[in-house]
């Protein structure tokens, strides 16, 4: 148990469904992340909040919608897929993000992902 | 953008085995590589922070150092076990990017 809880851990949708998914870190965190890990390919920087406030949006298309009513949780918003979206999902928070451009010492604490298939 | 690279990709060897893996990265405005460890079915876990050149750190039988002035980071695991099988990663600090991460098997 890393303190960062994501669910649901499976979800299927079709290309013209809208769904969410939801990340809650119980660890006093002022900094989330959303990352996107597909087959073969690093892990993926999507978003970046700090203290409820977007501060890097790694050019995600629109058909993702981040959203951080507070510091303990973090929302991602589908809507329109394609089925290239396909992909684990990954949730992480640290204790603050740092400087800009991501220079920070601090642990990011991850959670155990979404499992996405867009039909 | 501001590449972190790992190698090998994938690596199998026998329980007992001491093994390493490289991460290199841009020397330039170097502050912090992080490691991390992913088994399957869990999350990633931290395992170290890099931020000195020539640091070198150690849990367990799994250990690190660091060259900032050559940009490159090893891992060392001495005497593998089946519970080492996992895939290792490394973080820099720009812009929060990963490597593809070295997968790691161990086989009894």
């Known amino acids: 148990e890393t303190g960062v809880t994501q669910t649901p851990r499976h979800l299927v949708m079709g290309m013209t469904n809208k769904k969410s998914l939801k990340c809650e870190q119980h660890l006093g965190h002022n900094a989330m ?3 996107k890990q597909s087959a073969k390919k690093p892990l993926e920087l999507m978003f970046v909040y700090s203290l409820e406030e977007r501060v890097e949006n790694n050019s995600v298309p629109s058909r993702f919608s981040p959203e951080c009513p507070n510091s303990s949780h973090l929302f991602l918003h589908l809507h329109t897929l394609q089925p290239e979206d396909s992909a684990l999902y990954l949730c992480a928070s640290s204790q603050d993000r740092g400087l800009a451009g991501g220079l920070s010492t601090d642990t990011q604490y991850f959670g155990p992902g979404t ?3 867009v039909l | 953008i501001l590449n972190v690279e790992q190698s090998p990709q994938s690596l199998h060897v026998q329980e007992g085995d001491s093994t390493n893996f490289t991460c290199s990265f841009p020397s330039s405005n170097f502050y ?3 490691w991390y460890r992913w088994e399957t079915a869990k999350s990633p876990e931290a395992l170290f922070v890099m931020t000195l050149n020539g640091d ?3 849990k367990g039988r799994i250990s690190a150092t660091l060259n900032t002035k050559e940009g490159y980071s090893y891992l060392y695991i001495k005497g593998s076990q089946p519970e080492d099988s996992a895939t290792y990663l490394c973080r820099g600090t720009y812009k ?3 490597g ?3 997968r790691l098997k ?3």
Do not use: D, M, P, S
């Open chain 2, 96 to 98: 929060y990017i990963f």
């Open chain 1, 115 to 117: 499992r996405l298939t």
């Open chain 2, 100 to 102: 593809t991460g070295t």
């Open chain 1, 33 to 35: 992340y959303w990352y």
């Open chain 2, 56 to 58: 070198e750190k150690k």
């Open chain 2, 106 to 108: 161990v086989l009894a």
């Open chain 2, 32 to 34: 912090a590589l992080h």
